[in-house]
């Protein structure tokens, strides 16, 4: 049992420095976008408000300005209705200026199911990797919206 919780840790592990590097497989882009959409869409109305993606974006320490999320929104919602759909999202979110935060929220979630594994397994040794993965992570993590955009 022990076993199969480090190697489910070590396969985290190696999700998450893919989506550091931004080497993810399509498919699992795919089903993380889904995912990511539904956990942002806290109200479950199908649609992500300016509120959802800031709630969603300071998760993950990115801080924008009103007027920042507001562009997001405008250049990701395609029918102009104000909101995002889970079809708009899937598309926008891998656009070139806006990757970075899927891969940001890619990377964090497969840290912490690897830390979730590894305490399974009672794997003390791999505290040094996540450290490192943690450290990794931040660095890809945009210190603010000036950042951002020069990024």
């Known amino acids: 049992e022990r076993a199969r919780h480090r190697m489910a840790g070590d ?4 999700d998450c420095d893919e989506a550091i590097r931004g080497k993810v497989e399509g498919i699992k882009t795919t089903a993380f976008c889904a995912r990511m959409f539904a956990t942002i869409d806290e109200d479950g109305s199908g649609a992500i408000d300016g509120e959802e993606l800031r709630a969603a974006l300071m998760e993950l320490n990115v801080y924008l300005s009103d007027e920042a999320v507001q562009n997001m929104i405008l250049d990701i919602d395609v029918d102009r209705n104000g909101t995002i759909e889970a079809e708009e999202w899937e598309v926008g979110i891998v656009k070139a ?8 929220a890619m990377a964090q979630r ?7 594994e590894y305490l399974l397994a009672g794997a003390s040794d791999r505290k040094n990797s996540l450290f490192h993965l943690r450290m990794r992570i931040d660095k890809i993590t945009p210190i603010n919206e000036r ?5």
């Open 11 to 14: 396969a985290y592990s190696n």
């Open 97 to 104: 200026q806006y990757k970075v935060y899927m891969y940001l």
């Open 110 to 116: 497969f840290a912490a199911d690897a830390e979730k």
């Open 147 to 151: 950042e951002r955009m020069i990024g």
